[in-house]
């Protein structure tokens, strides 16, 4: 049974950084992406940061690309967001995913696991 468990979310001021962390328990890392998604209130879910577990590909969003970078630790089994230059319409709870390929990597629909999520709040 897959288990993904987020921490390292928080507080910040506007320009800080946070890095999230995700252990993950019961994956198989093969065929999989492993990817963040966000969500504001009252806004939609949005995928920010995805990696293909086999050979570290990555994609992200226009709205974080350059100021969040993901990353893997397999040996750890664990997963990372890297936050940079935060800004306050990144408020939101992060989740951390599980997708099995062909799923498109930033689309909730192909998501088989939710992590319970981490909340981050910038302030201006």
């Known amino acids: 049974r897959v288990q993904l468990v987020e921490s390292g979310g928080g507080s910040v001021q506007g320009g800080g950084s946070l890095r999230l962390s995700c252990a993950a328990s019961g994956v198989t890392y093969s065929l999989m992406y492993m990817a963040w998604f966000r969500q504001a209130p009252g806004k939609e879910r949005e995928g920010v940061a995805a990696i293909y577990t086999d050979n570290a590909w990555t994609s992200y969003s226009d709205s974080v690309k350059g100021r969040f970078t993901i990353s893997q630790d397999t040996a750890k089994n664990t997963l990372y967001l890297q936050m940079g230059s935060l800004k306050p319409e990144d408020t939101a709870m992060y989740y951390c995913?599980?997708?099995?390929?062909?799923?498109?990597?930033?689309?909730?629909?192909?998501?088989?696991?939710w992590g319970q999520g981490t909340q981050v709040t910038v302030s201006s």
């Open positions: 995913t599980l997708a099995p390929a062909p799923a498109q990597p930033l689309v909730a629909a192909g998501v088989t696991s």
